[in-house]
T-cell receptor, first 111, second 116 residues
């Protein structure tokens, strides 16, 4: 069964820093990988979707990479802002239309 | 993309009562997914709701506890029945859209449930 791990579980950085969040998965047979943002008590907002044939995707200050063979993805956030404070989750999709979620990284950006 | 309206956004309920969560999508979708997110945990799929047929439940979830309705292609409800404090969680509905050939998940705003 696919297992998705996110490290670190929590991260605190000063405003303006660049940072990297990590996501690893055990089965490389995926269709895509998606990064989400979740504010406390709320639903998930999709940030980036990387198809299995792609290596990276960019949106504004966010860049996500995918190395399927090694089972890893990173989410790079440039010039972090207090408004970026949230929990970031990754999810992979695989056979049988199943989606597997990581436990998330809780990010705090200190003004 | 898909816009999903979910309500209520939060509720505080008494043990033994039931709560029905509604999910409305702005476009027709074949499948709708219901997830549970317990405090500090990741998302767990409860069931997949297809229009015109019984929902498909994941291991550990049963219809008597989490009955689901799917009357049309844009709407679904999840009921949390005979609630206990262990049911305190965020409940999320989700649909899959297709972008570049494979599925992209869209979520409602979530229902934060606290059971006393």
């Amino acid at each position: 069964k696919q297992e998705v791990t996110q490290i670190p579980a929590a991260l605190s950085v000063p405003e303006g820093e660049n940072l990297v969040l990590n996501c690893s998965f055990t089965d490389s047979a995926i269709y895509n990988l998606q990064w989400f943002r979740q504010d406390p008590g709320k639903g998930l907002t999709s940030l980036l979707l990387i198809q299995s044939s792609q290596r990276e995707q960019t949106s504004g200050r966010l860049n996500a990479s995918l190395d399927k063979s090694s089972g890893r993805s990173t989410l790079y956030i440039a010039a972090s802002q207090p408004g970026d404070s949230a929990t970031y989750l990754c999810a992979v999709s695989g056979l049988g239309n199943q989606f597997y979620f990581g436990t998330g990284t809780s990010l705090t950006v200190i003004p | 993309s898909a816009v999903i309206s979910q309500k209520p956004s939060r509720d505080i309920c008494q043990r033994g009562t039931s709560l029905t969560i509604q999910c409305q999508v702005d476009s027709q979708v074949t499948m709708m997914f219901w997830y549970r997110q317990q405090p500090g945990q990741s998302l767990t799929l409860i069931a997949t709701a297809n229009q015109g047929s019984e929902a498909t439940y994941e291991s550990g979830f049963v219809i008597d506890k989490f009955p689901i309705s799917r009357p049309n292609l844009t709407f679904s409800t999840l009921t949390v029945s005979n609630m206990s404090p262990e049911d305190s969680s965020i409940y999320l509905c989700s649909v899959e859209g297709f972008s570049g050939g494979s599925g992209k998940l869209f979520f409602g705003s979530g229902t934060q449930l606290s059971v006393l």
